[in-house]
């Protein structure tokens, strides 16, 4: 069974533009929730979808937004972009709500010029 | 928020056991214990989770304080593919990861 897959893993941007970030979940996982990893602030959640609807979101500024589709893939994006964005984000799907086993993708290097 | 606070890091000889704890000072009642680990360039891995009691399964051992208010993550014989930074974590509506611990394991 093919993992959590991120696209693209690696991106390079400016202050004040805008990006996309994809994450494709294990087949038949409904749950996908994403987090922002820097070496200052750790592991921090964003958010979490389950079936289309965002069940929970994290501390973080309107900015930062997502969807999922109804195969449960999921986009994040991140409008005006700051210095302070760039970090590694990380996907994670689950079978059903998040208290389970999550499975992490493989992150997203994001680098704010 | 919950708040999870862990050792920088820990040091263990190979095929020794590993006791790696976590405290979990503003844990609420319902709230899951996660521990995740993460390799060099991977995302995080889980390894086990429990609520109140203590938990096994193949790779690893969870003992759960009785108030609740800590963990200890236990690996009964470490190897070098163990070495990772671990992560304890609440789940409560979300995930709160603490900062995690750099786990060494010399040869």
């Known amino acids: 069974k093919a993992g959590v897959t991120q696209t693209p893993r690696y991106l390079i941007k400016t202050r004040g533009q805008q990006v996309t970030l994809s994450c494709s979940p294990i087949s038949g996982h409904r749950s996908v929730s994403w987090y922002q990893q820097t070496p200052g602030q750790g592991l921090q959640f964003l958010f979490e979808y389950f079936s289309e609807t965002q069940r929970n979101k994290g501390n973080f500024p309107g900015r930062f937004s997502g969807r999922q589709f109804s195969n449960s893939r999921s986009e994040m994006n991140v409008s005006t972009l700051e210095l302070g964005d760039s970090a590694l984000y990380l996907c994670?799907?689950?079978?059903?709500?998040?208290?389970?086993?999550?499975?992490f993708g493989p992150g997203t290097r994001l680098t704010v010029l | 928020d919950a708040k999870t606070t862990q050792p920088n890091s820990m040091e263990s000889n190979e095929e020794e056991p590993v006791h790696l704890p976590c405290n979990h000072s503003t844990i609420s009642g319902t709230d899951y214990i996660h521990w995740y680990r993460q390799l060099p360039s991977q995302g995080p891995e889980y390894v086990i989770h429990g609520l109140t009691s203590n938990v096994n399964n193949r790779m690893a051992s969870l003992a759960i304080a009785e108030d609740r208010k800590s963990s200890t993550l236990i690996l009964h014989r470490a190897t070098l593919r163990d070495a990772a930074v671990y992560y304890c974590?609440?789940?409560?509506?979300?995930?709160?990861f603490g900062p995690g611990t750099r786990l060494s394991v010399l040869p």
């Open positions: 974590a609440n789940y409560g509506q979300n995930f709160v």
């Open positions: 994670a799907s689950s079978l059903f709500e998040t208290y389970n086993e999550q499975f």
